[in-house]
Nanobody
Framework: QVQLVESGGGLVQAGGSLRLSCAAS????????MGWHRQAPGKQRELVAS???????NYADSVKGRFTISRDKTKRMMYLQMNSLEPEDTAVYYC????????????WGQGTQVTVSS
């Protein structure tokens, strides 16, 4: 019953910035733990950043200090601000959500491509 739609991906030069958005519908937004994952060609999907229903955040070591995750209850949106982008950040980025009432229920968006040129 949760639908997630990502947007904001594109082609940027190394050192540039990009802001990804995830629109959530079909659930009570405040009852969702959420996060961003990414998958590069030939690589496993990895967690980039997460934000709990209460606003607590965690980041992968590779993006600490460069990426910021946030959420807006009124707009039912989650964001990933990406600064100082590197070619290694090139991947498809996916929005993810879990219900805090049952964390076994997992939802995914279709993904948005981020390409960083050197």
């Amino acid at each position: 019953q949760v639908q997630l739609v990502e947007s904001g991906g594109g082609l940027v030069q190394a050192g540039g910035s990009l802001r990804l958005s995830c629109a959530a519908s079909g659930s009570i937004f405040s009852l969702l733990d959420m996060g961003w994952h990414r998958q590069a060609p030939g690589k496993q999907r990895e967690l980039v950043a997460s934000i709990t229903s209460g606003g607590g955040t965690n980041y992968a070591d590779s993006v600490k200090g460069r990426f910021t995750i946030s959420r807006d209850k009124t707009k039912r949106m989650m964001y990933l601000q990406m600064n100082s982008l590197e070619p290694e950040d090139t991947a498809v980025y996916y929005c993810n959500a879990k219900r805090i009432t049952d964390r076994s229920i997992n939802y995914w968006g279709q993904g948005t491509q981020v390409t960083v040129s050197s």
